[in-house]
């Protein structure tokens, strides 16, 4: 294992220790490796280390043990206490193999793979297989797992039949949640709740939600978009690669031919690749959190879908897209950053809660962007980002605050440059982050430190109320309850009757 490594890691789990990337290792804890499976995982061994926490009010000290540069929260009761921590600032609530970052360094690997050799020379499949099976396929692995997933791409003739129901204007992130979730009572017997808690221990139950999920969801995504501009789904073709087969369902139209641009297809593999899982950000988090109630896994991915959705997780990209249409030109970006500097304009794409240097996504991005634009054109506004990031990278203000260009910055542009709308970013985001919540639901089900997730707060309402009598109740202030008014309930209102039947619901004694 090369020191190179090892200095990383250390530094990740023991960050007071100042040490260089290439800088050998001198210090007294012991790295060492074990085969486990026939298979080396990095098992890091520090030196003994405890923390001492001491309690002002009663006087008493407890010693905490640190393992891995973590703490057992569930010691802090000893005093009394709990560890308050909104938003999961500092709070691990699982070991995992499945995800390394470094966010000072900008490292991301899968596995242990480096996420740019990975979206160099691997493609979507075969890193989806990484991430659920822990290590890259050979080649009569990948041919049959490829080959189980795209077996799994067709939907059910209800189901379809269930997407055409959606209005023509319905969100395309909405269609696949709902989607989704309707899955699940397609396939009863893999629901815990019908079938046993115990379901999942079986590798063959797994396997089969994976390989459906895998291959359905491009599926369900290019049903959504073909359902928003009015044109009849396409069937899949088992016999194309997994990203050349979701923008023919996307694209084909009368011909009898119709093959998707390789090099669009291969830009979009890469997207994929580093979409494909990030730690336990806020979509993974939920996945692992509905999956520790042994819910079904199509049921854990609409919840995860559903955080994605928000606009601080997977709707970053569209954010990007709407700041560089405002800015308008190269002419009105240096007084855009003043308005940034001021703080009375946001500057989207740039920073990031886990990366204080370059995102690594962002650079393979930039890089996709380019392959794209000699295929399909250079997007007008690409400009407008290079200059932003330029700016960006050399003045010190956006320096100070480390706050450097993030994956979304691009990909937003590259989807763009491809002719995706801008509210399927979204879907494209779930397509390949697929395959890391289903790695990390596989680990939840083997880890058997897994409760079900129930976290504490902090209590800060009354104490015990007497209960009052409607009639005798004074009038508090408390949330408004007005809402938007339709202008049929606004006509309705004004329907004299209807007013002199509220007057009197309101004076009714009770």
């Given amino acids: 294992m090369s020191q190179e490594r090892l200095s990383v890691l250390y530094k990740h789990i023991n960050p007071e220790v100042e040490q260089s990337r290439d800088a050998q290792i001198q210090c007294n804890s012991t790295f060492a490796t074990h085969n486990k499976k026939d298979k080396k995982l990095l098992d890091v061994k520090s030196k003994k280390r405890t923390l001492k926490v001491t309690d002002s009010e009663s006087g008493k000290t407890i010693e905490i043990p640190v393992e891995y540069g973590a703490i057992n929260a569930t010691d802090l009761g000893k005093l009394g206490v709990r560890s308050l921590d909104p938003g999961y600032m500092n709070t691990a609530v699982c070991k995992s193999e499945v995800c390394f970052i470094d966010g000072d360094e900008g490292i991301l690997r899968y596995r242990g793979y480096n996420i740019e ?3 160099e020379k691997s493609t979507f499949l075969e890193v989806s297989y990484l991430l659920i099976n822990g290590e890259l396929p050979s080649k009569k692995q990948n041919v049959e797992w490829s080959d189980r997933v795209m077996k799994h791409t067709y939907l059910h003739e209800n189901l379809n039949q269930l997407l055409k129901q959606f209005r023509y204007d319905a969100h395309p992130m909405g269609m696949v949640i709902s989607t989704l979730a309707a899955l699940s009572t397609f396939y009863p017997y893999a629901n815990p709740s019908l079938s046993g808690e115990n379901l999942y221990k079986s590798e063959q139950a797994r396997n089969k939600q994976i390989f459906r999920i895998i291959g359905k969801l491009p599926t369900i995504a290019a049903c959504a978009y073909r359902n928003r501009i009015g044109k009849p789904y396409n069937n899949p073709q088992s016999s194309l690669g997994y990203t050349e087969n979701f923008l023919y369902m996307l694209d084909k139209l009368s011909e009898n031919d119709y093959k998707p641009n390789p090099v669009l297809a291969r830009a979009l593999d890469k997207l994929f690749i580093i979409h494909a899982d990030h730690e336990l950000n806020c979509s993974t988090a939920a996945m692992r959190h509905l999956g520790s109630t042994k819910v079904d896994p199509y049921t854990a991915m609409a919840g995860a879908a559903g955080a994605l959705y928000g606009p601080l997780h997977g709707g970053a990209c569209e954010a990007v897209l709407h700041m560089l249409e405002d800015i308008g030109s190269l002419e009105n970006v240096p007084n855009f950053i003043q308005q940034v500097k001021n703080k009375s304009k946001k500057l989207m794409g740039f920073g990031h809660r886990v990366y204080k240097s370059y995102d690594p996504r962002a650079k393979i991005a930039r890089k996709i962007a380019d392959e794209v634009f ?4 250079k997007e007008p506004m690409i400009e407008i980002a290079i200059e932003l990031e330029r700016i960006a990278l050399s003045d010190p203000y956006f320096i100070e605050r480390k706050l450097y260009p993030n994956v979304d910055f691009y990909t937003g542009l590259v989807y763009r440059s491809m002719g995706f709308p801008t509210d399927m970013f979204p879907v494209l985001f779930c397509i390949p982050r697929a395959a890391g919540w289903l790695a990390h639901w596989v680990e939840l089900l083997d880890d058997p430190a897994t409760h079900i997730y129930r976290p504490r707060q902090v209590y800060l309402g009354y104490d015990e109320r007497q209960y009052v ?28 009757d209807k007013q002199s039947k509220m007057t009197q619901a309101s004076n009714k004694q009770y």
């Fill in 117 to 119: 050799e990975l979206a």
């Fill in 374 to 377: 000699a295929a399909v054109g």
């Fill in 469 to 496: 009598e409607l009639q005798n109740r004074t009038e508090y202030e408390t949330r408004e309850l007005d809402s938007y008014v339709s202008p049929m309930s606004r006509r309705r209102e004004t329907n004299p």
